[in-house]
């Protein structure tokens, strides 16, 4: 069956780093594209990062641009968010998404998430 599972969040200081990993299964990769997204109050999600596998072409909302760092690893199925310099306004609850179509998973409206991993910054 198909399954994305986020993991590697945690607890990390301002400045510091921290990689998210979203491992997929039950589906074939390269034919989507996959985002990560955080829960913006009364919002929804907003989709921070996205890569569309067959290209590997990338997006990054602003608020992440210079610091955050998407890209997979296809021998585990597997894409990364590799946050660098977070600040404490990135503390949320990451999940992975995963859609045929870029622009549906632009809305939020993907095929398949993840239950997602918290990330909190504080020193």
């Known amino acids: 069956q198909v399954q994305l599972v986020e993991s590697g969040g945690g607890l990390v200081q301002p400045g510091g780093s921290l990689r998210l990993s979203c491992a997929t299964s039950?589906?074939?990769?390269?034919?989507?594209?996959i985002g990560w997204f955080r829960q913006v109050p009364g919002k929804g999600r907003e989709m921070i990062s996205c890569?569309?596998?067959?290209?590997?072409?990338?997006y990054y909302a602003d608020s992440v641009k210079g610091r955050f760092a998407i890209f997979r690893e296809d021998a585990k199925n597997t894409v990364y968010l590799q946050m660098n310099s977070p600040k404490p306004e990135d503390t949320d609850v990451y999940y992975c998404?995963?859609?045929?179509?870029?622009?549906?998973?632009?809305?939020?409206?993907?095929?398949?998430w993840g239950q997602g991993t918290r990330v909190t910054v504080c020193s």
């Open positions: 890569i569309i596998i067959s290209d590997s072409s990338t």
């Open positions: 039950g589906f074939t990769l390269e034919s989507y594209a």
């Open positions: 998404g995963a859609d045929p179509r870029r622009d549906r998973l632009g809305r939020g409206a993907g095929d398949y």
